[in-house]
């Protein structure tokens, strides 16, 4: 059921042009965006930020926006970016959905860098980071970004 305050929009996929392919044929990262009840949102935007493979923010390279299908699934395909000033290899993420006034900021961690991610200042200051850390899959990467209820996406103040 729509709420009042998602009554205006949903508007994002109109005029949305995929840019979510970083590296074409790179890592491929997927995963869905869930409203409060565990349900997809299918009409939500990601967008993604991230330094290169040695840790460097470029101009030319580290953006990409994926909108959401039906099952509020998005897809990337990228490379695995490099520590950056001793924090973990990640990627920043920003998500758009309907109901939010403002977007929300997470991270997606990688499963891969155990120790790097101990070590990371922002994972090592929650007391439960795992929602941040991405599951490996046959394929690639999975990360779900849950926006309310049990498991709810460790979010960031913009």
């Known amino acids: 059921m729509i709420t009042p305050s998602q009554t205006v929009g949903p508007y994002f996929t109109l005029g949305l042009l995929d840019s979510n392919e970083l590296v074409p044929g790179g ?5 869905r965006v869930l409203d409060g009840g565990g349900e997809p949102v299918p009409d939500a935007i990601v967008e993604i930020w991230q330094a290169d493979e040695e840790g460097r923010y470029r101009p030319d390279f580290g953006w990409g926006r994926s909108g959401c299908d039906d099952d509020g699934r998005y897809r ?3 490379c695995k970016p490099g520590a ?3 924090q973990a290899p990640h990627l920043t993420m920003m998500v758009f959905a309907r109901g939010l006034l403002k ?3 997470t991270r997606m ?3 891969d860098e155990e120790e790097a991610n ?5 994972l090592s200051a929650l007391d ?3 929602t941040l850390v991405a599951r490996s899959v046959e394929d690639g990467l999975e990360f779900d970004v849950r926006l ?5 996406t460790v979010f960031f103040a913009v």
């Open 128 to 130: 439960d980071a795992s």
């Open 27 to 31: 890592l491929r990262i997927t995963g």
């Open 76 to 78: 990337f395909a990228t």
């Open 109 to 111: 961690y990688f499963p």
């Open 103 to 105: 977007p929300v900021l």
């Open 118 to 122: 101990a070590r990371d200042p922002v």
């Open 84 to 86: 950056v000033e001793g």
């Open 148 to 152: 309310q209820g049990e498991r709810e």
